[in-house]
C-alpha cells in the first residue's frame, strides 16, 4: 500500500563502496523492523541486513558481515545501507522492506503481503571484478 523507494546503486569495482538509501511517504520507518534484500535474475530473494524498529538490534547475513553496515535516520526518515569493500557477488538489484523472524533463531524473511509496504522498484548494485 506505501511503496517504498531504493535508490543509491550503481557501478564499482571490486573493493569499492556504495550507499543506499530507502524511504517512504506516509508512513514512518521507525516504526518498523526494516531490512535490506538482494535478487539476482533466476535466483530467489535473499536476506542482506536488518534492524529492529528501536534500532538496538541489527543482523546481517555472514555474507555481508563486516562490511555492510545498516542504520536509520528518523530525521530524514530514510535507511541506509553502508556497502565498503564491495565484491563481484554482491551484484544484485537491492530492495528495502519490511523484516521480521519466522521464530526466534528463524532466518530473517520480508513481510508476506498483504503487508505495511509494497516492494519498491529495487536499486541496482553492479561490482566489476
Known amino acids: 500500500q506505501v511503496k517504498l523507494v531504493e535508490s543509491g546503486g550503481g557501478l564499482v569495482q571490486a573493493g569499492g563502496s556504495l550507499t543506499l538509501s530507502c524511504t517512504a511517504s506516509g508512513r514512518t520507518l521507525s516504526h518498523y523492523s526494516m531490512g535490506w534484500f538482494r535478487q539476482t535474475p533466476g535466483e530467489e530473494r535473499e536476506f542482506v541486513a536488518a534492524?529492529?524498529?528501536?534500532?538496538?538490534?541489527?543482523y546481517y547475513a555472514d555474507s555481508v558481515k563486516g562490511r555492510f553496515t545498516m542504520s536509520r535516520d528518523d530525521a530524514k526518515n530514510t535507511l541506509s545501507l553502508q556497502m565498503n569493500n564491495l565484491k563481484p557477488e554482491d551484484t544484485a538489484v537491492y530492495y528495502c522492506?519490511?523484516?521480521?523472524?519466522?521464530?526466534?533463531?528463524?532466518?530473517?524473511?520480508?513481510?508476506?503481503?498483504?503487508?505495511?509496504?509494497?516492494w519498491g522498484q529495487g536499486t541496482q548494485v553492479t561490482v566489476s571484478s
Open positions: 534492524m529492529s524498529h528501536t534500532g538496538r538490534n541489527t
Open positions: 522492506n519490511e523484516a521480521h523472524k519466522e521464530s526466534v533463531d528463524g532466518p530473517i524473511v520480508p513481510q508476506s503481503p498483504p503487508g505495511n509496504f509494497d
